[in-house]
């Protein structure tokens, strides 16, 4: 079983940047691929970003070329970096399982992010 805390969230202006970091408890996160996901009020949870237990990455096309997610297995915490963010990137962000996701089930309480214009 494996639990996740996330950090780094606040207020930015549009084209500043962020770093998001989720600490993950229990003993399989080096083997886990783990996504970033976030929502907005009114809207449906969706994927930004995820990376495998090989550190093969992937993205959302809104947020491609400007976000990067990386893990550190060693400190069992994977990290969002989050450049020329746009005012439509404000969500509340959370890492998970990606079938989690598809199950919509186990979600800690994010870290809220918002950009201003």
């Known amino acids: 079983q494996v639990k996740f805390v996330e950090s780094g969230g606040g207020l930015v202006q549009a084209g500043g940047s962020l770093r998001l970091s989720c600490a993950a408890s229990?003993?399989?996160?080096?083997?886990?691929?783990i996504g970033w996901y976030r929502q907005a009020p009114g809207k449906q949870r969706e994927s930004v970003a995820g990376?495998?237990?090989?550190?093969?990455?992937n993205y959302a096309d809104s947020v491609k070329g400007r976000f990067t997610i990386s893990r550190n297995n060693a400190k069992n915490t994977v990290y969002l970096q989050m450049n020329s963010l746009k005012p439509e990137d404000t969500a509340v962000y959370c890492c998970?399982?990606?079938?989690?996701?598809?199950?919509?089930?186990?979600w800690g309480q994010g870290t809220q992010v918002t950009v201003s214009s």
């Open positions: 990376i495998s237990s090989a550190g093969n990455t």
């Open positions: 229990g003993s399989t996160f080096s083997i886990s691929g």
């Open positions: 998970n399982l990606p079938r989690q996701f598809l199950l919509n089930t186990s």
